[in-house]
């Protein structure tokens, strides 16, 4: 079973966020070789931050080394190789996956810029955030084609739009 523990601060909007989270997340398990962690007996749990600007890029600086706020952070708490055999091997039931923290300004900027809601593209925030806590990167061309294509399914689920789209203006 899939859990989140999420937390905002002002200036996040007020919004059922939980709900919005629990979509992203399990749209985004599913879609991966990692889906029966949604169906597994251990309880898993994602925490999700809505911070600030502010926050984030302290977080950014003193574990990415990068003096900025960026859109999403993701710090996953377990290797991906174990992930086929947390839920069973999990002590008391439970395990927790990561954390994916948001900074509300980058979000609601990149939103307006790409005229979609903060709240749409946050989700998507999410989807990416939680294929990085299942090992999931962007380093190389190779990785981030397939992970793109997974956060494009996930989307598409949700019924949102794809942010890899290129249009011609």
């Known amino acids: 079973m899939l859990e989140i523990a999420l937390s905002s601060d002002a200036p996040w909007p007020e919004q059922d966020w939980d709900a919005l989270a629990l979509r992203a997340a399990t749209a985004a398990i599913e879609r991966t070789p990692n889906g029966e962690l949604l169906t597994s007996s251990a309880t898993v749990e994602i925490s999700i931050r ?4 502010d926050e984030v890029h302290t977080l950014n600086k003193q574990y990415r080394q990068k003096d900025k706020p960026t859109n999403v ?3 996953p708490m377990v290797q991906p190789d174990l992930l086929n055999t947390m839920s069973q091997n999990s002590d008391d039931g439970e395990v927790l996956l990561g954390d994916i923290i948001l900074a509300h300004g980058v979000c609601v900027a990149e939103a307006a810029e790409r005229g979609i809601s903060v709240e749409d593209h946050a989700m998507h925030l999410m989807v990416h955030g939680t294929l990085h806590l299942l090992g999931y990167d ?8 397939g992970m793109e294509q997974i956060e494009r399914d ?3 689920a949700l019924g949102l739009h794809d942010p ?3 249009t011609e203006d």
């Open 164 to 166: 890899y789209l290129i």
């Open 50 to 53: 809505l911070a600030s600007d």
């Open 154 to 156: 996930a989307l598409a």
């Open 73 to 75: 952070l993701s710090f």
């Open 138 to 145: 962007h380093i190389d061309d190779n990785e981030a084609e």
